[in-house]
């Protein structure tokens, strides 16, 4: 399974960005997807998650009501749609493929099988 995240860039604050995270190799429909953060100095932070199979999403306070997760029809690509986007969301982010991963863990990166390579987004003040 490979994960490749791209759409990263830099972008003022108050703007928007896509990223892009394609899925090859063989999946199931139970995999649940994620975003996450790594920003200098930090640790990995979650951002948002989506399973698979109802599609439902998951999201990281600092990030609900302007961030949003979504799956194109094939579900080999997953969309982290930004906007409204701060200084503070400056940050490489990453996907990641997990299965049988239930709602409640869904926001720990240890339960994620395969990572994409990252893809950094930068937003100046």
């Known amino acids: 399974v490979q994960l490749q995240a791209s759409g990263g860039g830099l972008v003022q604050a108050g703007g928007s960005l896509r990223l892009s995270c394609v899925i090859s190799?063989?999946?199931?429909?139970?995999?649940?997807v994620a975003w996450f953060r790594q920003a200098p100095g930090k640790e990995r932070e979650f951002v948002g998650g989506?399973?698979?199979?109802?599609?439902?999403?998951i999201y990281a306070d600092s990030v609900k009501g302007r961030f949003t997760i979504s799956m194109d029809n094939n579900k080999k690509t997953v969309f982290l749609q930004m906007s409204s986007l701060k200084p503070g969301d400056t940050a490489v982010y990453f996907c990641?493929?997990?299965?049988?991963?239930?709602?409640?863990?869904?926001?720990?990166?240890?339960?994620?099988?395969?990572w994409g390579q990252g893809t950094l987004v930068t937003v100046s003040s």
């Open positions: 190799g063989r999946t199931f429909r139970s995999h649940a």
């Open positions: 989506i399973t698979r199979t109802g599609g439902g999403t």
């Open positions: 990641a493929i997990g299965a049988r991963i239930i709602n409640s863990a869904i926001n720990r990166p240890e339960m994620y099988d395969y």
